[in-house]
C-alpha cells in the first residue's frame, strides 16, 4: 500500500511545467483584463485600485443630471443595528470612556437613550479620522454597487457634496425628520451642493483657528500669536498645519489677505500661498490631522492650526483656541445615509433624534462644536447653572457676530482650483 | 519502494492512478496557488494596466499604452526614493545588530527559559502596529522619557532639541517595528546549528571568535537571509512611520503612492510607481542573494 502511494506521488514538479502553466495563466488574464477594462465592464476586482479604476467608467457613465427623481418612501419599521460612523471625541460621554476620550457601549446617554426610546441597537464607531481616508474605504463598495456596511456616516461639507455628485448617497425622508426641518439654524441652510437638505443634515459645525500652549511659549519667551501671521515667527519645527488642505490654504489665503472662498480662489491664489509655506517646510514644518492633540501633549508643538473643540474638550488648561484676526475657516460635518444602507428609517430617527434641542445641547456641552441646533443656547446655560461654561470658551460653541463676520468657507470648489490646491499642498507635504 | 521500468522500446499506455499521482502536487498547491493568484497575480497585472491607462477619475480610465505615467514617477520623486531604500538599510542594519546577539542568547544560552524569551520577543505584536508606533511618539516627545533625561539630568542637548519629526525617528520606528522580523529567522537558524560543529572547530586550535567567524556565522546565513528580506522589503514599502515620526523631508515612497492614490486620485501614477518598487525590491534582492551565495541559503 505505501508502495503503490510512494508510487504515486513520485512525479516531481518539474520546473518547466510549473513556469509554462503560470505563464499562460497569466497571459490568459491580461488578455482579459485588458479587453474587460476596453470595454468598461464591472467587475468586482480583489484590489481598490483595479475596482475602482474598472468601474469608475461605468460609474462616469450613469453620473446623474441633479433633478430629484421620486422615491419611494422607506417603510416606517425600526431595523437594527444602527451601524454609524463618526469623528473621535464627536458625542458626548460619561465615566470611564469619557476619561479615556474613546466611545465604548454604552458611555453616550444621547445614544443609550435613542436605544431606549426605539429599542433598537446602535453600532456607533469613531471610525473617521479624515475625510479622503474614510472615502477610500467606502469607495469600492459604492462604485459596485454593494451596500457599504454603514447606515450613517458623518463627512465635511466638500467630500458630501462629492459623493452627492457621485450620487452615492440615500435621499432623506422630510417627512422622518421633522425637528432636523423645523430646527436646523438658518446660516446653515442653503449650501450650493445640497440647497434643499436632501442628503445632508448638519452634525456639527466648527472653525479652524490657532492653538497654542501658554506654557511652552512663556518658558521660550515668545509672545502668543493672536494672528495667522505669528506662526511664520514661531520656531518652524514648533509649528503643525493642517493635513486638511482647504482649511491649510483657506488660512493661509486670509493671512494673504486674499479671497478665501469658492467663487473667488484662483490657482494664481493658491500658488502664492504655496510659495509663502515652503519656507517654513524647509525648517521643520509639520502636516498633522486629529495628532496636534497628542503633539501638544507631549510639547512637541507649541502652536498649530487646530479645528475649534479639539483643544477644549480634550486639551489641558495651558492649551487655548483663539480666534485669528484676519479671520478663521469654518466647515460643518454632515449626517449622510450611503446608498444600500440596510437601516435606513433607523438612521432617519436618529437624525431627528440628535435635532431634538434638548438632545443637541447635551451634546454641544460636551463637544464643544457649534450646534446646528436651534434654541441650545438657553438649555445649554441651564445645564451648566452650577458651573458655567468659562467666558474664554463660549464663542467656540456661540460664536459671536464678529466672530461669524469673519468667517469663510471653502465649501465646493471647481475640479481644477481643487486639483490645483490638492497638486500645491502635496508638494508642500513632500509625498 | 520499487521502481516500474516500462520494457525497452515500448510505451505502456498510461494508468489513470498515474494520472492522479502526477496531478497530486498541484491540487495540493492549489489553495495556495489560487490565493496567490486571486491575491497577487491578478491585482498586479490590473496595476500594470492602470499604470499603462490615461483619463481621470470622473471620466474612467482607457487603456492607451501612455508611458507618461512611469515617466513622471521616475523623474519626480528621487528624493522619497532615496529616503525609502536608505531609512530601510539602515533599519535592516540596525535590526540585524540588534537582534543577533538577542537571537544567539536565547538559542545557545537560553535554556529552558527560551519559550519565555520567545514570548517576550513576539508579546509587543499583540498591540495593534498603529498603537506602538503612536507610542513612540511619547517615549521620544520632547519631554518624553529620553529627552528629559538627555536634557534635564544629564545637560547633554540644548532645550530645544527634538527627535519627533527627524529621519532618526523614522528608522527608529521602523526599526522597532522589524524587529520581530529579523530575530525569529535568525533564532531558527542558530538553533538548527549543531554544537559540536563549535566544539569541533575548538578542538582544531580556533579561538572563540574564529570558531564563531568560520562555523556560527557562515551556518546563520539563511537566517540572515530570510531576516533581511523580512525586515527590508516591507520597510520600503513602509508610510506609517514616516507618517507619524517624520516631516516633509522625511517622506518615504509608501507616503507618495498613498497620497497620489488618495488625494490626488491619480491612479496610473500610483500603480506606475508601485511597479517601478515591486521591480526594484526584487532586483535588489536577487542582488544581494547573489552576493551571499544562493547555496549557502538553502541550509
Given at each position: 500500500?505505501?508502495?503503490?502511494?510512494?508510487?504515486?506521488?513520485?512525479?516531481?514538479?518539474?520546473?518547466?511545467?510549473?513556469?509554462?502553466?503560470?505563464?499562460?495563466?497569466?497571459?490568459?488574464?491580461?488578455?482579459?483584463?485588458?479587453?474587460?477594462?476596453?470595454?468598461?465592464t464591472?467587475?468586482?476586482?480583489?484590489?481598490?485600485a483595479?475596482?475602482?479604476?474598472?468601474?469608475?467608467?461605468?460609474?462616469?457613465?450613469?453620473v446623474?443630471?441633479?433633478?430629484?427623481?421620486?422615491?419611494?418612501?422607506?417603510?416606517?419599521?425600526?431595523?437594527?443595528p444602527?451601524?454609524?460612523?463618526?469623528?473621535?471625541?464627536?458625542?458626548?460621554?460619561?465615566?470611564?470612556?469619557?476619561?479615556?476620550?474613546?466611545?465604548?457601549?454604552?458611555?453616550s446617554?444621547?445614544?443609550?437613550?435613542?436605544?431606549?426610546?426605539?429599542?433598537?441597537?446602535?453600532?456607533?464607531e469613531?471610525?473617521?479620522?479624515?475625510?479622503?481616508?474614510?472615502?477610500?474605504?467606502?469607495?469600492?463598495?459604492?462604485?459596485?454597487?454593494?451596500?457599504?456596511?454603514?447606515?450613517?456616516?458623518?463627512?465635511?461639507?466638500w467630500?458630501?457634496?462629492?459623493?452627492?455628485?457621485?450620487?452615492?448617497?440615500?435621499?432623506?425622508?422630510?417627512?422622518?425628520?421633522?425637528?432636523?426641518?423645523?430646527?436646523?439654524?438658518?446660516?446653515?441652510?442653503?449650501?450650493?451642493?445640497?440647497?434643499?437638505?436632501?442628503?445632508?443634515?448638519?452634525?456639527?459645525?466648527?472653525?479652524?483657528?490657532?492653538?497654542?500652549?501658554?506654557?511652552?511659549?512663556?518658558?521660550?519667551?515668545?509672545?502668543?500669536?493672536?494672528?495667522?501671521?505669528?506662526?511664520?515667527?514661531?520656531?518652524?519645527?514648533?509649528?503643525t498645519?493642517?493635513?486638511?488642505?482647504?482649511?491649510?490654504?483657506?488660512?493661509?489665503?486670509?493671512?494673504?489677505?486674499?479671497?478665501?472662498?469658492?467663487?473667488?480662489?484662483?490657482?494664481?491664489n493658491?500658488?502664492?500661498?504655496?510659495?509663502?509655506?515652503?519656507?517654513?517646510?524647509?525648517?521643520?514644518?509639520?502636516?498633522?490631522?486629529?495628532?496636534?492633540?497628542?503633539?501638544?501633549?507631549?510639547?512637541?508643538?507649541?502652536?498649530?492650526?487646530?479645528?475649534?473643540?479639539?483643544?477644549?474638550?480634550?486639551?489641558?488648561?495651558?492649551?487655548?483656541?483663539?480666534?485669528?484676526?484676519?479671520?478663521?475657516?469654518?466647515?460643518?460635518?454632515?449626517?449622510?445615509?450611503?446608498?444600500?444602507?440596510?437601516?435606513?428609517?433607523?438612521?432617519?430617527?436618529?437624525?431627528?433624534?440628535?435635532?431634538?434641542?434638548?438632545?443637541?445641547?447635551?451634546?454641544?456641552?460636551?463637544?464643544?462644536?457649534?450646534?446646528?441646533?436651534?434654541?441650545?443656547?438657553?438649555?445649554?446655560?441651564?445645564?451648566?447653572?452650577?458651573?458655567?461654561?468659562?467666558?474664554?470658551?463660549?464663542?467656540?460653541?456661540?460664536?459671536?457676530?464678529?466672530i461669524?463676520?469673519?468667517?469663510?468657507?471653502?465649501?465646493?470648489?471647481?475640479?481644477?482650483?481643487?486639483?490645483?490646491?490638492?497638486?500645491?499642498?502635496?508638494?508642500?507635504?513632500?509625498? | 519502494?520499487?521502481?516500474?521500468?516500462p520494457?525497452a522500446?515500448?510505451?505502456?499506455?498510461?494508468?489513470?492512478?498515474?494520472?492522479?499521482?502526477?496531478?497530486?502536487?498541484?491540487?495540493?498547491?492549489?489553495?495556495?496557488?489560487?490565493?496567490?493568484?486571486?491575491?497577487?497575480?491578478?491585482?498586479?497585472?490590473?496595476?500594470?494596466?492602470?499604470?499603462?491607462?490615461?483619463?481621470?477619475?470622473?471620466?474612467?480610465?482607457?487603456?492607451?499604452?501612455?508611458?507618461?505615467?512611469?515617466?513622471?514617477?521616475?523623474?519626480?520623486?528621487?528624493?522619497?526614493?532615496?529616503?525609502?531604500?536608505?531609512?530601510?538599510?539602515?533599519?535592516?542594519?540596525?535590526?540585524?545588530?540588534?537582534?543577533?546577539?538577542?537571537?544567539?542568547?536565547?538559542?545557545?544560552?537560553?535554556?529552558?527559559?527560551?519559550?519565555?524569551?520567545?514570548?517576550?520577543?513576539?508579546?509587543?505584536?499583540f498591540?495593534?502596529?498603529?498603537?506602538?508606533?503612536?507610542?513612540?511618539?511619547?517615549?521620544?516627545?520632547?519631554?518624553?522619557?529620553?529627552?528629559?533625561?538627555?536634557?534635564?539630568?544629564?545637560?547633554?542637548?540644548?532645550?530645544?532639541?527634538?527627535i519627533?519629526?527627524?529621519?532618526?525617528?523614522?528608522?527608529?520606528?521602523?526599526?522597532?517595528?522589524?524587529?520581530?522580523?529579523m530575530?525569529?529567522?535568525?533564532?531558527?537558524?542558530?538553533?538548527k546549528?549543531?554544537?559540536r560543529?563549535?566544539?569541533?572547530?575548538?578542538?582544531?586550535?580556533?579561538?572563540?571568535?574564529?570558531?564563531?567567524?568560520?562555523?556560527?556565522?557562515?551556518?546563520?546565513l539563511?537566517?540572515?537571509?530570510?531576516?533581511?528580506?523580512?525586515?527590508?522589503?516591507?520597510?520600503?514599502?513602509?508610510?506609517?512611520?514616516?507618517?507619524?515620526?517624520?516631516n516633509?523631508?522625511?517622506?518615504?515612497?509608501?507616503?507618495?503612492?498613498?497620497?497620489?492614490?488618495?488625494?490626488?486620485?491619480?491612479?496610473?501614477?500610483?500603480a506606475?510607481?508601485?511597479?517601478?518598487?515591486?521591480?526594484?525590491?526584487?532586483?535588489?534582492?536577487?542582488?544581494?542573494?547573489?552576493?551571499?551565495?544562493?547555496?549557502?541559503?538553502?541550509?
Amino acid at each position: 500500500m505505501s508502495d503503490r502511494v510512494a508510487r504515486m506521488t513520485d512525479v516531481l514538479i518539474s520546473r518547466r511545467h510549473f513556469i509554462q502553466g503560470t505563464a499562460a495563466a497569466g497571459v490568459t488574464v491580461f488578455l482579459a483584463a485588458c479587453s474587460g477594462g476596453a470595454s468598461a465592464t464591472n467587475t468586482p476586482g480583489p484590489s481598490a485600485a483595479a475596482s475602482a479604476a474598472a468601474a469608475s467608467a461605468a460609474a462616469a457613465s450613469a453620473v446623474p443630471s441633479p433633478s430629484p427623481s421620486p422615491e419611494p418612501a422607506t417603510p416606517k419599521v425600526v431595523t437594527g443595528p444602527l451601524k454609524w460612523a463618526n469623528w473621535p471625541a464627536y458625542i458626548d460621554l460619561t465615566g470611564q470612556a469619557a476619561a479615556n476620550q474613546k466611545y465604548a457601549a454604552g458611555s453616550s446617554p444621547t445614544i443609550v437613550d435613542f436605544e431606549k426610546q426605539y429599542n433598537v441597537q446602535v453600532d456607533y464607531e469613531e471610525k473617521i479620522e479624515e475625510n479622503n481616508s474614510f472615502f477610500a474605504t467606502i469607495q469600492p463598495q459604492l462604485v459596485t454597487g454593494l451596500p457599504t456596511g454603514w447606515d450613517l456616516i458623518v463627512m465635511t461639507d466638500w467630500m458630501a457634496g462629492r459623493l452627492i455628485g457621485l450620487n452615492w448617497l440615500e435621499k432623506i425622508d422630510q417627512g422622518n425628520v421633522p425637528n432636523c426641518v423645523a430646527n436646523l439654524r438658518d446660516p446653515l441652510k442653503g449650501y450650493p451642493w445640497d440647497p434643499n437638505n436632501d442628503y445632508h443634515y448638519p452634525w456639527q459645525s466648527g472653525m479652524t483657528g490657532i492653538g497654542y500652549d501658554s506654557t511652552s511659549l512663556k518658558n521660550a519667551k515668545l509672545p502668543v500669536p493672536t494672528k495667522i501671521a505669528d506662526l511664520w515667527t514661531l520656531p518652524s519645527d514648533k509649528v503643525t498645519f493642517l493635513t486638511e488642505a482647504r482649511d491649510t490654504f483657506g488660512l493661509g489665503l486670509l493671512k494673504l489677505g486674499l479671497p478665501a472662498d469658492s467663487t473667488q480662489t484662483t490657482a494664481d491664489n493658491l500658488q502664492a500661498v504655496h510659495d509663502d509655506i515652503a519656507p517654513l517646510v524647509a525648517k521643520g514644518l509639520r502636516f498633522v490631522g486629529n495628532e496636534y492633540l497628542q503633539d501638544f501633549a507631549s510639547k512637541k508643538t507649541w502652536a498649530a492650526f487646530v479645528w475649534s473643540g479639539d483643544l477644549a474638550n480634550s486639551g489641558s488648561p495651558d492649551q487655548h483656541f483663539v480666534f485669528p484676526e484676519e479671520g478663521n475657516m469654518v466647515w460643518s460635518d454632515n449626517m449622510l445615509i450611503p446608498k444600500g444602507a440596510t437601516n435606513k428609517y433607523t438612521a432617519e430617527l436618529m437624525m431627528n433624534w440628535v435635532y431634538d434641542p434638548k438632545i443637541a445641547a447635551q451634546i454641544a456641552n460636551y463637544v464643544y462644536y457649534v450646534s446646528p441646533v436651534k434654541g441650545v443656547e438657553a438649555i445649554v446655560g441651564q445645564l451648566n447653572a452650577s458651573s458655567p461654561i468659562p467666558a474664554e470658551k463660549l464663542p467656540l460653541l456661540f460664536p459671536t457676530a464678529d466672530i461669524v463676520a469673519k468667517q469663510h468657507n471653502f465649501e465646493s470648489l471647481s475640479s481644477d482650483v481643487e486639483k490645483s490646491l490638492n497638486s500645491l499642498y502635496t508638494d508642500l507635504s513632500g509625498a | 519502494m520499487t521502481a516500474v521500468a516500462p520494457a525497452a522500446g515500448r510505451r505502456p499506455p498510461i494508468h489513470w492512478r498515474r494520472w492522479i499521482g502526477v496531478s497530486i502536487p498541484y491540487l495540493l498547491l492549489a489553495p495556495g496557488l489560487i490565493w496567490l493568484f486571486v491575491f497577487f497575480i491578478y491585482p498586479s497585472i490590473e496595476m500594470l494596466r492602470i499604470s499603462l491607462s490615461s483619463g481621470s477619475l470622473d471620466t474612467g480610465y482607457s487603456l492607451t499604452f501612455s508611458t507618461d505615467a512611469y515617466v513622471t514617477a521616475l523623474q519626480k520623486f528621487p528624493h522619497q526614493f532615496g529616503n525609502s531604500i536608505l531609512y530601510s538599510a539602515l533599519a535592516t542594519t540596525f535590526t540585524f545588530l540588534i537582534g543577533f546577539p538577542v537571537a544567539y542568547t536565547v538559542a545557545f544560552k537560553g535554556g529552558r527559559y527560551k519559550n519565555l524569551l520567545l514570548f517576550l520577543v513576539i508579546a509587543p505584536f499583540f498591540t495593534s502596529f498603529l498603537i506602538r508606533t503612536i507610542s513612540w511618539k511619547v517615549l521620544l516627545g520632547d519631554e518624553g522619557p529620553l529627552l528629559s533625561f538627555l536634557k534635564h539630568v544629564v545637560h547633554v542637548v540644548p532645550d530645544g532639541f527634538s527627535i519627533l519629526g527627524s529621519p532618526v525617528a523614522v528608522v527608529a520606528g521602523l526599526t522597532y517595528n522589524f524587529l520581530p522580523f529579523m530575530i525569529l529567522p535568525l533564532y531558527v537558524a542558530l538553533e538548527k546549528i549543531d554544537p559540536r560543529l563549535i566544539e569541533a572547530s575548538q578542538d582544531l586550535y580556533a579561538t572563540n571568535w574564529g570558531a564563531f567567524r568560520r562555523v556560527t556565522l557562515p551556518l546563520a546565513l539563511p537566517g540572515v537571509f530570510a531576516g533581511s528580506m523580512l525586515t527590508f522589503i516591507p520597510a520600503m514599502g513602509d508610510y506609517v512611520n514616516a507618517t507619524l515620526l517624520g516631516n516633509p523631508q522625511t517622506q518615504m515612497i509608501g507616503n507618495v503612492i498613498q497620497s497620489r492614490f488618495l488625494v490626488l486620485n491619480d491612479y496610473p501614477v500610483a500603480a506606475a510607481l508601485s511597479f517601478i518598487l515591486m521591480v526594484g525590491i526584487l532586483v535588489l534582492v536577487v542582488t544581494y542573494a547573489r552576493a551571499l551565495g544562493t547555496e549557502q541559503l538553502t541550509g
